[in-house]
């Protein structure tokens, strides 16, 4: 058995207080998407914020927001403007954003503008990647212009083709068109057919003279 004195008491007494009173940590919430339209759902409308959506209905309107999850079940028929997107339903219209990920089922038409795309679904219409665009075994492109510095192809791509760094064809992939590429690389197995030549950067335009405005003095006096 143990004796305490009134200060062991005390300091017992403030040590189990302290104790008590200690927050009980909580587990850490993973972030939810904060808009979701669901299966068999329609909605018309713009979109704008700095949050997240995911469509698995259909959405006839624009997407201005962070980030975009478009579900297999889920069409678009308007723009996106946002940083991240994915995109497994389909998407009628233009996007313009940081990362695009198009899987196997997802199909886009019109123009797309992004900094890097993997593609593994499909896509018909422009293409401009500011870095990297990259094909894999089940991606389709079908572009009246493709436009990346470096363009990787597992797949298939039909179109008018500019790789201003590299064009690297693996051993599945398939290029077809008016290509023009700094340097190719293709294994065995891939094939390159169309027309090809050598990249060139575009030449930068001397500004154009301004035109300054004479002042003329009358000397003459009366």
């Known amino acids: 058995m143990a004796f305490f004195n009134s200060k062991e008491k005390e300091k017992e007494r403030r040590k189990f207080t302290k104790e008590v009173s200690k927050p009980t940590p909580q587990p850490k919430q993973k972030r939810t998407v904060a808009t979701v339209i669901s299966k068999n759902i329609k909605v018309s409308g713009t979109f704008t914020g700095s949050d997240a959506i995911k469509v698995d209905g259909v959405l006839d309107g624009d997407i201005l927001l962070d980030s975009v999850s478009i579900g297999a079940t889920g069409v678009v028929n308007g723009s996106i403007k946002a940083k991240h997107v994915s995109i497994e339903g389909k998407l009628n219209g233009n996007i313009t954003c940081n990362d695009l990920r198009i899987t196997r089922l997802g199909k886009v038409s019109d123009r797309v503008h992004v900094q890097n795309l993997i593609l593994e679904g499909e896509v018909t219409g422009e293409i401009y990647a500011e870095k990297t665009i990259t094909v894999t075994e089940t991606g389709r492109a079908d572009a009246k212009r493709l436009e990346s510095k470096r363009v990787?192809?597992?797949?298939?791509?039909?179109?008018?083709?500019?790789?201003?760094?590299?064009l690297d064809v693996g051993k599945n992939g398939f290029v077809q068109g008016e290509i023009t590429v700094k340097n190719i690389k293709t294994e065995e197995g891939?094939?390159?057919?169309?027309?090809?030549?050598?990249?060139?950067?575009?030449?930068?335009?001397?500004?154009?003279p301004t035109k300054k405005k004479v002042e003329v003095i009358d000397t003459k006096t009366v």
Do not use: C, F
């Not at 891939?190 to 154009?208: D, E, F, H, L, S």
């Open 152 to 166: 990787i192809v597992n797949g298939k791509i039909d179109g008018k083709i500019t790789a201003s760094e590299l």
């Open 190 to 208: 891939g094939r390159v057919i169309g027309t090809m030549v050598n990249y060139t950067p575009p030449a930068i335009k001397a500004p154009a």
